[in-house]
């Protein structure tokens, strides 16, 4: 038989092995991955039944459990961005016609609305200007409004810099027999965080940001009320592959083969886990805030104002007003091609109005804030 077809290849091209500039990344993500985690992903892969390697998935379960400080059993890593775990987490609580009301004060909480209507949710907001965050009070009034089965909020909104404060949100959830949902994409790792103490029923987070690893292996976490919500349903869960029963049997004692994990990926946010281990939950805690009260009262001494009132900006991620008469968008593009350097901009609300900077995991250290700072004052 002959082959009539010719090939269209690429064979001779003149394209160069990979090499990309070396950039300090202080935007909302993804942050700079701490050298031992890259050194960890080049690591030669294991196949993902062998007792090695499920060996480590045991202990990358333990180290998510006490950097969300929870005992939920159903802790493990979604093999895929923060997106990925927050549709888990959607997809394995929301029953079609279920109430759920979500807590907007930002992009990500937008983002829960449209994912929760697309499995079927009754979903009602409320929603506060960009940069505030919502009162005990308010979120009381809503339940006994609405009455939802799920509440869903971000405990840390990356779009505006502001912290939800969730002492006593649990409490007030579980009064009104409702489950509590929690977006900590930009909190794990770099803002205190307490799952357990304060009634979180469902988590997700991304391995990008506080942990500083490369994207793509997501924790997430179901307590025991969500699981009994989850095994009482009538209908399966819509979306096979963040089904957390299925993804149970692989993570569980049972060992069965649901998808090829991303082995690499496994061992980058093992690594960045076990150096927040290492460091000490507190201390890393401690660090993020240090270095972030050194930026704002840098920035503030070259005459640049934060967006979010004190008591409730992040740690992680800080939103600063761009003044009067700047182009937001050229100062960013200068820092990033002249300085190497990425910061955000703003979204929503917030666009053209602020810059978003991040001091994520291991790029949260006192020589970034000095070298963003020096290269802010050049540029403006
Ligand atoms: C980044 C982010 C996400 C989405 O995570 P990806 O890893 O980009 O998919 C969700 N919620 C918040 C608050 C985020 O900051």
């Known amino acids: 038989m002959t082959n009539t077809l010719s090939i269209r290849d690429l064979q001779g091209s003149q394209l160069a092995p990979l090499a990309v500039p070396h950039r300090l990344l202080l935007g909302p993500g993804p942050s700079n991955a701490h050298p031992t985690v890259l050194q960890a992903m080049s690591t030669a892969p294991l196949g993902h039944l062998d007792p090695v390697f499920l060996g480590l998935m045991d202990e990358i379960q333990s180290l998510l459990r006490y950097v969300w400080q929870t005992d939920h059993p159903m802790t493990i890593a979604i093999s895929g961005t923060g997106s990925a ?8 609580a929301v029953e079609p016609g279920d109430v759920v009301l979500v807590g907007v004060m930002g992009y990500f909480g937008h983002r829960l609305v449209d994912m929760a209507g697309r499995y079927g949710a009754d979903v009602r907001s409320i929603t506060k200007p960009w940069g505030q965050v919502f009162s005990l009070a308010e979120l009381r009034a809503a339940m006994e409004q609405h009455r939802p089965r799920i509440l869903a909020l971000v405990h840390a909104e990356t779009s ?13 959830c579980r009064e009104f027999d409702c489950l509590l949902l929690v977006d ?60 957390a029963e299925l993804l149970g049997k692989y993570w569980g004692s049972e060992r069965v083969y649901h998808h090829t994990a991303p082995i690499n990926l496994y061992y980058g946010l093992r690594e960045a886990l076990r150096l927040v281990a290492e460091e000490g939950l507190a201390n890393c805690w401690q660090r993020h805030q240090n270095n972030v009260e050194f930026l ?63 001091l994520m995991g291991y790029n949260s250290r006192s020589e970034n804030v000095e070298r963003l700072v020096a290269a802010f004052q050049q540029v403006l």
């Not at 505006?160 to 007030?172: C, F, K, N, S």
């Not at 029923?201 to 991304?206: G, T």
């Not at 920035?299 to 003044?323: K, N, Q, Y």
Request: charged share 20%.
């Open 85 to 92: 775990a927050m549709e888990a987490t959607i997809a394995n």
């Open 160 to 172: 505006t810099g502001a912290r939800q404060p969730l002492e006593g949100v649990g409490d007030l």
């Open 184 to 243: 900590t994409v930009t909190s794990l790792g770099g803002v205190p965080i307490f799952l357990d103490e304060w009634g979180v029923d469902l988590a997700y987070s991304c391995s990008q940001k506080g942990l500083g690893c490369s994207p793509g292996a997501s924790p997430f976490t179901m307590s025991d009320r969500a699981l009994a919500k989850l095994r009482d349903r009538p209908s399966k869960v819509a979306n096979w592959y963040l089904d």
């Open 296 to 358: 704002w009262q840098s920035l503030e001494a070259i005459g640049l104002s934060m967006h979010v009132d004190r008591e409730f900006r992040l740690p992680t991620l800080t939103t600063v007003r761009v003044p009067d008469g700047v182009d937001a968008k050229a100062i960013a593009r200068t820092l990033l091609l002249e300085h190497n350097i990425e910061i955000g901009g703003g979204l929503g609300e917030l666009a053209g109005k602020v810059w978003r900077v991040g």
